[in-house]
C-alpha cells in the first residue's frame, strides 16, 4: 500500500502539470488572437451611414464641402416681389412666371397658392413637388424653378444713372458694381453718391465719386439687399446772354464763381454789356436780382463772386433796348431754354 508521503508528491504533481497546461492554453490563445481579431470589412449599411455622423461644415467653412464661390447664392432666401419661373419637366403646360405676394405665396395651376418666402430655390422646389404628388397630379414630378428677379434681394439706384430701378445684390456687391448695372451716371449726375441701409434708415452714408473711379477707391463701398442707392444731381449755373456759348454749367463740388462761368460759357461777346451783368438767385422770398461788376473783374479791380446752385449768371447786350424791369424775366426764359451742358471746370 503506498504510503501518505507517495500519494501527497503524487497529487503536487499532478497540480503542477494542470497549472503548466493551462499557462500554455493561454499563451497559445493570445499568439492566435491578432490573426482572429483582424478588423471585419465595414457593411455597405455602416459605410453609407458613416458620412452621416460627420459634422455638417459651418457657413464659413471653405474647401469643395462647402460649394466654393456659390455658397452665398445657395442660402439666399426668396421674399416678396421676387418674381419665379417655375416649370415642371414634361409637363409645359404648368410653366408659369409668377410674383411672389405681399404675404409671401405664389399662385400656380393646380395646386393653388404655396408659401415660398423665407425658403431657398432649392427647398420651394421641393414644396411644389409635395403639392404635386400628394394631390394626386403627377407622380414624382420634377420642378425647377429659377428666380428672374430678387427683388427681395435687390438694392435701388436712383437718382442720375441711366437705368434707374432695382438691382440683384448676389453675394458680395460693391458700390461701382451696381452702378454699372444701372448703365452708369448720366451727363447731370454729381459728385456724391448717398447710400441708406435698410437696417440704419437714419444713418445714411455719403460718399464722394471721383471724376476717374479708380482715382478713389475707398468709395467704392459694400451694398447689401435692401439698401438705396441715390446719385444726386449735380448742382448747376446757368450762363445766358450775349457770351460765346449761353449754356448750363455743372458745378464740381459746388464751387464756381463768376469769371470761371463765363470762361466756360465762351466769354463774352463784343457787344455785350458788362455793366449790366447780374446774378438771379432764387431765395426764401422770391427772385432777386444782384448786380455784378464784371468790367472790374475783368480788369482785376473787383474780386470775383462765387455762384450758387441754380444761380442765373445774365449779360445783356448792349445794343438790345431792354425795358426795364424786363431783364429779370428775359434772363429766366433764357435760362429754360437751355440744355444742359457737361462742363466742368
Excluded at 215 to 220: K, L, V
Amino acid at each position: 500500500m503506498p504510503s501518505l508521503r507517495w500519494i501527497s508528491s503524487r497529487m503536487l504533481s499532478l497540480a503542477a502539470l494542470a497549472t503548466l497546461a493551462a499557462l500554455l492554453a493561454t499563451a497559445v490563445a493570445a499568439q492566435q488572437q491578432p490573426a482572429n481579431a483582424e478588423p471585419k470589412p465595414a457593411s455597405p449599411e455602416e459605410q453609407t451611414a458613416t458620412p452621416a455622423t460627420k459634422p455638417a461644415p459651418t457657413p464659413g467653412d471653405t474647401g469643395e464641402a462647402s460649394g466654393g464661390d456659390n455658397r452665398s447664392d445657395s442660402s439666399l432666401r426668396l421674399g416678396v416681389g421676387d418674381l419665379l419661373e417655375v416649370s415642371v419637366y414634361g409637363v409645359p403646360e404648368l410653366s408659369t412666371k409668377t410674383r411672389v405676394s405681399s404675404n409671401g405665396d405664389v399662385y400656380l395651376p393646380l395646386v393653388d397658392y404655396v408659401h415660398v418666402a423665407g425658403l431657398t430655390a432649392e427647398e420651394a422646389q421641393g414644396v411644389i413637388e409635395k403639392r404635386l404628388e400628394d394631390g394626386g397630379f403627377l407622380k414624382t414630378p420634377h420642378v425647377t424653378l429659377f428666380v428672374d428677379e430678387y427683388a427681395s434681394q435687390g438694392a435701388s439706384v436712383l437718382g442720375e444713372v441711366a437705368k434707374p430701378g432695382v438691382y440683384p445684390v448676389l453675394g458680395q456687391q460693391r458700390l461701382f458694381d451696381l452702378i454699372s448695372a444701372a448703365g452708369g451716371f448720366t451727363e447731370r449726375a454729381g459728385r456724391s453718391v448717398t447710400v441708406t441701409r435698410r437696417s440704419q434708415p437714419d444713418k445714411p452714408v455719403t460718399v464722394p465719386i471721383a471724376r476717374n473711379l479708380t482715382d478713389n477707391p475707398d468709395s467704392n463701398i459694400d451694398v447689401f439687399p435692401g439698401d438705396t442707392v441715390i446719385v444726386r444731381k449735380a448742382d448747376i449755373v446757368y450762363v445766358v446772354g450775349d457770351v460765346g456759348r449761353p449754356t448750363g454749367l455743372l458745378m464740381d463740388n459746388g464751387n464756381m464763381t463768376v469769371l470761371q462761368a463765363i470762361a466756360l460759357a465762351g466769354g463774352t461777346t463784343k457787344t455785350a454789356k458788362l455793366s449790366g451783368t447780374a446774378i438771379i438767385r432764387k431765395g426764401a422770398t422770391g427772385m432777386t436780382q444782384t448786380p455784378v461788376h464784371l468790367k472790374q473783374m475783368l480788369a482785376a479791380k473787383a474780386p470775383d463772386v462765387p455762384l450758387q446752385a441754380d444761380d442765373i449768371l445774365f449779360i445783356p447786350t448792349s445794343t438790345g433796348k431792354v425795358v426795364a424791369g424786363r431783364t429779370l424775366e428775359a434772363a429766366i426764359q433764357a435760362a429754360s431754354a437751355l440744355s444742359i451742358v457737361a462742363i466742368r471746370p
